[in-house]
């Protein structure tokens, strides 16, 4: 891929948190210019103006998972908001704001001293008591550099039976959730990078992995029916829930960190991936969630986004390099 190729070209102009990561894992960019874009997510564009609608105590929208007085009927009759501190930080990561540029050690030390959550009223980096919220807690947190592993603890000991995660555990439920262990695992990885894990989350995160492959990412054990049309259609942004390409995008990181061959088990998502490129080599976003947001990052539904056709190519570019070497 080169930057002559109309798809690349049409990612680079965009956002620096999408040119930055088109030059690391598409062009092969040299590292200190990816590096040298990538700190622009700092001061331009999206992340400069995510940064930008902070509160001075370092939350967003005054809450930790909720926007200060959030009236449940918005929920209800609106969607979810998607506004408050643990939305808002998971979106920097994406975005990759560096971890150690002023803004972000400032904001992350501010959340430690200032922001509780809604259920317990934890500190924020204590982690909350949902097995959803408290991956994200520790995706975030490893990425930006804080010590989250008494939360890593307690996720490794809520596994269930069947070796992934479900934030409905509590109220009874003993099948894992595509959503919650995506999620978790996601959390688990993260973890690794910064630190290099455990054995116990080393562990964790193998069990979580194969919940999802002997479920080729998308299927039912039992029935081998699709356990939910969306996880089959492209979502942007992802929040907690689940679709392939996420899945697919996931497996790609863990195994580049690990020096491990792609699962042959995923190919049949990859092949469903293939499918669903437009003729002008680029992927459309199917759908997006609602609720209120900041502002939006993808040009509508149906039509071609950056985000889902950058993590797309990223995927492919990597199953066909491993595939050519096989």
Known sequence: MTQSDPVIAWLLDSDPSIRWQVMRDLIDAPEREW??????????????????????????AGGAFLPAGFDPREWREHGQPWTATTFSLSQLREFGLDPACEQARRTVELIGANAHWEEGGQSYWQGEVEECINARTVADGAYFGIDVAPIVDRLASERLDDGGW???RTRGSVRSSFATTINVLEGLLEFEKSTGGTTRSREARGTGEEFLLERSLFRRLGTGEPADKNFLQFLHPSRWRYDILRALDYFRASAILTGT???????????????????????????????????????????????????????????DAQASIA
């Open 261 to 319: 061959d792609p699962d042959p088990r995923l190919g049949e998502a990859i092949d469903h991936l293939r499918s669903r490129r437009l003729q002008d080599g680029r992927w459309p976003l199917d759908w997006s969630l609602p609720g209120r947001v900041w502002f939006d990052v993808d040009d509508g539904q149906s039509e071609p986004s950056r985000w889902i056709t950058l993590r797309a190519m990223r995927v492919l570019k990597w199953w």
């Open 35 to 60: 590096m040298a874009e990538r700190a622009r997510v700092e001061t331009e564009g999206w992340g400069a103006r995510l940064l930008a609608c902070r509160d001075e105590d370092g939350q967003w």
């Open 166 to 168: 479900n934030c409905e």
